[in-house]
């Protein structure tokens, strides 16, 4: 049903429209910089994704199959992704100095990520094109994403890691039987090799930045956000940038529903990435990418050789917003400031919105009567090691109440 709304897929590079079944990946003129947009049929949309129709429709990310790339008699793998909670969070907002904060939290999502949202989709189309083995490169959570939606279909999975992946994601991989192959190298070089044994072995390649299906999936993060907050949406919507397909994906989803009128206003997008991986930001200065090096303790957003910094510079030009840099010291103290004042306990990277919400803040580039949600897209229970470098140890007690009386005085 939602093929039908489907009318093709433009290159981002040259423009040029293509039919759905002339192309895989990218576009083939463009070859790698042409990084495709699935484009639908928005009139026929608007008939029947309609507020009543939603009212009536399941909470999850299902719910805008007109605006989904996969057939809808398809089988939908049985995990509940998305309408991820959103809260009001005002002694955050107060500590920060702006008039509203709001946090989208992702990591409810079943593998603790806002990737569920693609790799929901990834495991849908490997299926439609007849694969049965799905494979990735990831820092971690489209890895574990993906692991656990090919699992729950039965399927096989394949994961290349970088070197550096935190244990609790390798963990996720290796629980659900996934094949994990650790790349004695950085994430641009898993994603290399991923590539070129999809190629070879003709595994499903569920790659981000070069699938274009797969950004509709993180799009759903922004379809929810303008429903949920319709009339309450905020002046800007925050999320860290690696490949920046989380960031145009939510933009498309915002701009989306705004042209079905299901919300007047949208936000400005304020991409943020860590100082020490930052080519996406260096791109919106300068017009073109260089790729870096790339240094940080948020792994999922060390990318130094970014996909779709097109797409994610074109959002954050379109919608007059920016992005700003953070270093990591930065993100370990939003990392405990969020905790602290909201409960939601957020990995590195996602942190990282928080602390660029802080640094624009800081600089004037937001103001104080201005209003910003912040994506929270990974939970902190991903990387504990990173979170735990900032803290104070826990104080040993032995089990009698004259010890603990003892320790409580000592301590203050
Ligand atoms: C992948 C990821 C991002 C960044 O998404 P991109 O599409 O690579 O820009 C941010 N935060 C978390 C937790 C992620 O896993």
Redesign the pocket.
């Known amino acids: 049903m939602s093929l039908e709304h489907m009318t093709g897929l433009r290159c981002v590079h040259c423009g040029h429209a293509h039919r759905v079944e002339d192309v895989a990946y990218t576009c083939p003129k463009c070859g790698i910089e042409g990084i495709l947009d699935v484009e639908y049929d928005y009139e026929r949309v608007a008939r029947t994704l309609t507020r009543q129709a939603l009212a009536q429709r399941p909470l999850a990310q299902w719910r805008y199959e007109e605006l989904l790339p996969f057939d809808a008699a398809a089988a939908r793998p049985a995990l509940h992704v998305g309408m991820t909670p959103v809260y009001e969070a005002p002694a955050l907002a107060r500590d920060v100095g702006l008039e509203r904060l709001v946090l989208k939290d992702?990591g409810r999502n079943p593998t603790g990520?806002?990737?569920d949202r693609s790799s929901a989709l990834a495991v849908m189309k490997a299926r439609e094109v007849g694969r049965d083995t799905v494979a990735c490169a990831?820092?971690?959570?489209?890895a574990a994403s993906l692991a656990g939606f090919a699992a729950v279909l039965g399927m096989k999975s394949v994961i290349f890691v970088p070197q550096r992946t935190p244990e609790p994601k390798l963990a996720q991989l290796l629980v659900t039987g996934a094949q994990v192959l650790r790349v004695e190298g950085s994430y641009d070089d898993a994603y290399w090799l991923c590539q070129s044994a999809c190629e070879r072995y003709g595994w499903y390649n569920r790659n981000?930045?070069i699938n274009p299906y797969l950004?509709e999936g993180?799009k759903t993060a922004g379809l929810e956000l303008a429903e949920q907050l319709g009339e309450r949406m905020t002046d800007w919507v925050a999320?860290?940038?690696?490949?920046?397909?989380?960031?145009?994906?939510l933009w498309k989803g915002l701009k989306e529903l705004k042209r079905l009128g299901l919300v007047e206003r949208l936000p400005r997008m304020l991409g943020v990435q860590a100082a020490g991986a930052s080519p996406?930001a260096a791109a919106l200065e300068t017009g073109a990418l260089k790729p870096v090096e790339a240094r940080t303790v948020?792994d999922?957003?060390a990318?130094g050789w970014?996909r779709?910094w097109r797409k994610?510079v074109a959002a954050v030009r379109e919608s007059h917003g920016c992005i700003v840099r953070v270093e990591d010291a930065e993100l370990l103290e939003a990392q405990g400031r969020m905790a602290r004042k909201t409960g939601v306990f957020?990995?590195?990277?996602?942190a990282?919105?928080m602390a660029g919400v802080v640094r624009a803040v800081r600089e004037g580039r937001v103001g104080p009567k201005e209003s910003a949600t912040i994506?929270?897209?990974?939970?902190g229970l991903?990387d504990v090691r990173t979170a735990m470098q900032g803290l104070p140890p826990p104080l040993d007690v032995p089990p009698r109440l004259e010890a603990l009386e003892a320790l409580l005085a000592r301590s203050g």
């Open positions: 992702e990520s806002f990737k990831s820092a971690g959570n489209a981000c930045a950004v993180k999320v860290s940038v690696g490949d920046g397909c989380t960031l145009a994906g996406v948020a999922s957003i990318v970014p779709n994610a957020a990995e590195p990277a996602a990282a919105a994506v929270v897209t990974g939970h991903k």
